[in-house]
């Protein structure tokens, strides 16, 4: 075990340790541009990047990383001052049904007609979009401006800011309490958790509920899931420092549930105020299952395992481009730079990384500077039959998706890569 110590950002205790270096990585969602890269070569430019340092507290057991980057650096306004999200959840029909279905549990077992329902970071409205506006109260808080104008558009109110417990009076006084507080997949990315558990027990009624979803740590473990941690990603939860945490702001946990299939494995956890909910034996039956999960012991064999993940992912590259064949990088998502940077894998293996999203193409990857294009190049490759012979996912967790979507390429002989959990050939 590395012997560095640090300062808990959840609980103050001095006592988190150091499990895991993956070294300078850059921030992973801001994509150079050709001349960033050039500037960068003429040593006109500097690429920011930051130590990957990941520790668990020995005090609450939250994983965490040693360095938090400024929103600043990654979230920056464009030169009219808005700010831009690059990923837009209802581009997954993943997430479509899956977030569909979030919002029939939280009407089937919470909401009755007329009360209100907030979402901490809603997107797009993918979830939000679900509920009627002539039964609930639906609000978006989401701080990101090209997201929030398109949940506006679907007739969602929406504030366009970052949560704070400031803010959460502001709204108790502005729309009165709401029975459902949510966040899902955005807890993690929230450097003042301790804001978000105080701002949602402010917002709650007296059997309001506080509704979380994110990587589940024991998932996380399992997985070799190193791709978890980046800057927008400091947090890494299981059950028990959510009980923690949320115990010190007056709440409770009283249930949980396991998604495997969301981003590697999801957990919900549900909070209320004291005393509003019977804690649900299988709350009770998660929160004895992961206790191995919370030891040094696994911290440790986890980072084992990612060095080897690492030597086993080159050596498979290594051996395909020692045949002639090409390789190219599929979805230029934060998860898959930040398998390229650990590993150290450049131009040189891949040729180019094709991605959907119009703002990502013409850039390059951040630190490994492999360019971006858009799927209409890929399918040109294709069709004039000089197709790559392999692809790397960079979104692993989106593997049957993009599977199901590339038909033409598995068709024509093309093979797609994944990283982890063991690096193989699908």
């Known amino acids: 075990m590395a012997s560095e110590t640090w300062q808990c950002r959840a609980c ?14 850059p921030v992973t969602n801001r994509y150079p541009t050709k001349e960033d890269v ?60 899956h977030f569909a279905q979030f919002a029939e549990t939280i009407k089937r077992r919470f909401l009755n007609k007329g009360e209100g329902v907030a979402e901490i970071g809603g997107n797009d409205g993918i979830m939000l979009r679900a509920f009627d506006r002539s039964k609930y109260r639906v609000l978006n808080i989401e701080p990101s401006s ?5 949940s506006r558009s679907k007739g969602i109110e929406t504030i366009e800011s970052l949560f704070t417990p400031k803010l959460a009076m502001e709204l108790l006084h502005s729309h009165g309490e709401f029975k459902v507080v949510s966040c899902a997949n955005v807890l993690l990315n929230i450097h003042d958790i301790n804001g978000v558990f105080e701002g949602a027990r402010i917002m709650l009624s007296n059997n309001g509920v506080f509704i979380t979803q994110d990587p589940y740590w024991p998932s996380v473990l399992k997985d070799t899931g190193f791709d978890q941690f980046y800057e927008e990603h400091p947090w890494c939860f299981s059950l ?5 945490l949320a115990e010190s702001h007056g709440m409770e946990l009283f249930d949980a549930q396991l998604f495997p299939a969301i981003h590697g494995g999801s ?10 909910y019977e804690k649900t034996k299988r709350c009770s039956d998660y929160q004895r299952r992961e206790q191995w999960a919370n030891t040094p012991e696994a911290c440790n064999n986890f980072a084992s395992r990612v060095e080897k993940s690492k030597k086993n992912l080159l050596s498979i590259l290594n051996n395909i481009k020692s045949q002639g064949k090409r390789i190219i990088g599929y979805a230029a ?40 294009v858009s799927p209409e190049e890929f399918y040109r490759e294709i069709e004039r039959g000089n197709a790559p012979h392999y692809a790397l996912l960079g979104a692993r ?14 068709r024509g002989g093309g093979r797609f890569i994944v990283a982890l959990p063991k690096p193989r050939i699908l």
């Open 12 to 25: 103050d205790s001095g006592e988190v340790f150091q499990f895991l270096d993956l070294k300078e990585m």
């Open 38 to 97: 050039e500037a960068f070569h003429r040593g006109e430019k500097k690429e920011h990047k930051y130590p990957l340092r990941v520790g668990m507290c020995g005090n609450c057991s939250m994983v965490q990383l040693s360095d938090f980057v400024p929103y600043a650096e990654y979230i920056v306004p464009d030169e009219t001052g808005r700010t831009n999200y690059a990923f837009f959840s209802s581009q997954s029909t993943t997430m479509q049904a």
């Open 146 to 150: 090209n997201v929030a104008e398109i």
């Open 240 to 244: 028990k420092p959510l009980e923690h």
């Open 267 to 276: 957990m919900r956890a549900y909070f209320s105020k004291k005393g509003a």
């Open 333 to 372: 998502a934060s998860k898959g730079t930040v398998i390229l940077n650990y590993c150290g894998i450049g131009a040189e293996t891949l040729d180019y990384v094709v991605d959907s999203t119009p703002t990502k193409q013409g850039r390059y990857i951040p630190g490994v500077r492999i360019p971006i």
């Open 397 to 410: 967790n989106y593997a049957k998706e993009i599977q199901e979507k590339e038909k033409e390429f598995v």
